[in-house]
């Protein structure tokens, strides 16, 4: 089976925490905080990898975690970083959100590497916490967790020529016969089950080499998803060139081969328009018979609405399959490839040096519920240690200075009424917050009068000498 598609869970690493630790050395009575800060989590990265080739892997492992960073230590020792993860998979593979559906990297080049996951912030030790005023500080920051989703992997094959047409046109006999590849061929519907690759090379002197792909025949409301044809349509999607074989003899069920041609086509405009728009040729199949012989004519008159190149091959017999393959050879030397779905460049991804973001937006969600959403607001949230008294106060600090526990006044809020932000539940207490307000006046107070009696009033030196 041709494992095209997979669903996985990916999770970079936790940073580590903040150490709050105190140097306990003779003779150094005051040795002060010494806690190291938390290692930064590892990051989780695709990377193409061009011996892969179906996406069968991700059927037996569907979580894929990198490593976490190692805790602060005491002595200032730093916690070590994670190491990152990298993910393989198959050149052509597409990765969406699986949430919001949003594609986030097309990944075609062999090494091109996309970061998914970004690893977590390490927490800050005691000794950042250290200043003047405040010289034994017992805070230390919890490590940030590290991203995690379930991400949406679909391989779309890599080929500059594919193979359209319906079941029995006769693709799989024309790619054993211009390539060394060997699908399975017989005179049933729906013999291919899964894309084939060959690589087709018509000789040095008559052209370049091109990869062509055949994927299962498609009927009459393919793109609505009857039959095979549908789930393999995105294998073309990549295709510089679509070679479209029509069975001239109108195949075991008596066809019209004209109308296959236009049913054909009206499935690749509903299925994709920038597909039925990508350039063709139409190859009549089985010249080696008399109903084809017939058609032929009419088939190249319903095909020069469209300017298409018409070329009577058998793909049995051989007849004709020169000059095809010297002719699309051409035509692929001509075509740029196709625009990836979107380059790894396209999406911004938080990095450790990325400016942190102010803004926050208040949600109420219901009488006595709000949420606070902000990216640094909600990541200084994570890595508070709310069971830690000075912890709670800096965030406490923080809500005052940043201006959200103002925004949550004028919005309504009321003692006991619940402050969602991030994964915490905060219950709001206004004698709380008036007691730290006014800790924080007499804070500034007191340093206000220690300044002034260690420096002097600045405002007595405007002041007039009256002794003079």
Not at 219 to 236: P, Y
Not at 278 to 306: C, G, H, W, Y
């Amino acid at each position: 089976m041709f494992y095209d598609r997979a669903k996985i869970f990916i999770k970079a690493g936790d940073g580590g925490n903040g150490a709050a630790t105190f140097r306990r050395e003779k003779y150094i009575p005051r040795g002060g905080p010494d806690g190291g800060d938390g290692g930064p989590g590892g990051n989780v990265y695709f990377r193409v990898d061009p011996q892969e080739n179906t996406l069968i892997d991700f059927r037996y492992q569907q979580h894929f975690r990198a490593e976490g960073g190692t805790h602060g230590a005491r002595q200032k020792k730093h916690g070590k970083t994670g190491e990152s993860l990298y993910i393989d998979v198959p050149p052509g593979t597409v990765i969406y959100d699986d949430e919001t559906n949003e594609a986030l990297a097309d990944l075609i080049e062999p090494g091109d590497t996309y970061l998914v996951a970004q690893g977590g912030r390490g927490g800050k030790g005691n000794t950042r916490f250290k200043t003047s005023t405040r010289q034994a500080p017992k805070i230390a920051e919890k490590g940030e967790p590290g991203q995690e989703f379930w991400v949406r992997l679909e391989l779309k094959v890599i080929a500059d020529v594919g193979l359209v047409g319906f079941p029995n046109a006769g693709k799989s006999t024309l790619l054993s016969a211009v390539s060394s590849a060997r699908p399975k061929v017989a005179d049933y519907p729906f013999t291919t089950l899964e894309p084939s690759l060959g690589v087709v090379d018509p000789g040095r002197s008559r052209g370049r080499s091109f990869v062509m792909a055949d994927i299962p025949g498609l009927i009459e409301g393919a793109a609505d998803g009857v039959g095979l044809g549908h789930e393999f349509l995105r294998h073309i999607e990549r295709c510089r060139l679509l070679l479209h074989v029509i069975d001239g003899s109108g195949g075991l069920e008596q066809h019209d081969p004209v109308d296959d041609f236009h049913n054909i086509n009206r499935e690749l405009e509903e299925y994709s328009p920038i597909l039925a728009e990508r350039p063709q040729v139409v190859a009549v199949n089985k010249m080696d018979l008399p109903e084809t012989q017939e058609n032929l004519e009419r088939i190249k008159a319903a095909v020069s609405e469209f300017d298409f190149p018409v070329y009577a091959i058998s793909a049995a017999t051989g007849q004709g399959i020169d000059e095809l393959v010297q002719g699309v050879s051409t035509l692929v030397a001509e075509l740029p490839p196709p625009e990836p779905e979107v380059r790894p460049e396209d999406r911004v991804v938080y990095t450790l040096d990325e400016e942190d973001d102010d803004h926050f937006e208040i949600e109420r969600m219901s009488e006595h519920h709000f949420r606070v959403h902000g990216t640094n607001i909600e990541r200084f949230t994570r890595m508070t240690d709310f069971a830690n008294e000075e912890g709670a106060d800096r965030f406490q600090r923080v809500l005052d200075k940043s201006g959200i526990s103002e925004a949550l006044e004028e919005e309504g809020i009321e003692a006991g009424d619940i402050v969602h932000i991030a994964e915490a539940e905060l219950v709001w207490d206004e004698q709380a917050l008036e007691i730290e307000q006014e800790e924080q006046k007499r804070r500034r107070k007191t340093r206000r009068e220690r300044m002034q009696a260690r420096f002097g009033n600045p405002d007595d030196e405007d002041q007039p000498d009256e002794t003079s």
